[in-house]
């Protein structure tokens, strides 16, 4: 069925980049919202972006000028930039999407996670 890979998690520098991606497969519809959430040890999940179908963006107040959210709706996948990196981005990155995998069915999917790790 749906399943959402993620990739480009690593470790790097404080002040250095990463891109994160993630694709959509499988019997899809159409998709609707594309979000990235991610959760450090001994802390909630947080939203960190959003992205609309239609490309309406939203940032959490910590990545506000540093993040950018963007998709591909050819290629189902959404991305988000990273730069200015931080020892307090370092958490576990999920991609998490509305779907339709029909006409009349929808469903919340998630990613399995990705590790940004942000250390000198």
């Known amino acids: 069925q749906v399943q959402l890979v993620e990739s480009g998690g690593g470790l790097v520098q404080p002040g250095g980049s990463l891109r994160l991606s993630c694709a959509a497969s499988g019997r899809i519809f159409s998709i609707n919202d594309m979000d990235w959430y991610r959760q450090a040890p001994g802390k909630e999940r947080e939203l960190v972006a959003g992205?609309?179908?239609?490309?309406?963006?939203s940032y959490g107040d910590s990545v506000k000028g540093r993040f950018t959210i963007s998709r591909d709706n050819a290629k189902n996948t959404v991305y988000l930039q990273m730069n200015s990196l931080q020892p307090e981005d370092t958490a576990v990155y999920y991609c998490?999407?509305?779907?339709?995998?029909?006409?009349?069915?929808?469903?919340?999917?998630w990613g399995q996670g990705t590790q940004v790790t942000v250390s000198s």
């Open positions: 998490h999407a509305i779907i339709r995998p029909r006409i009349g069915l929808q469903g919340t999917y």
């Open positions: 992205i609309t179908s239609g490309g309406s963006t």
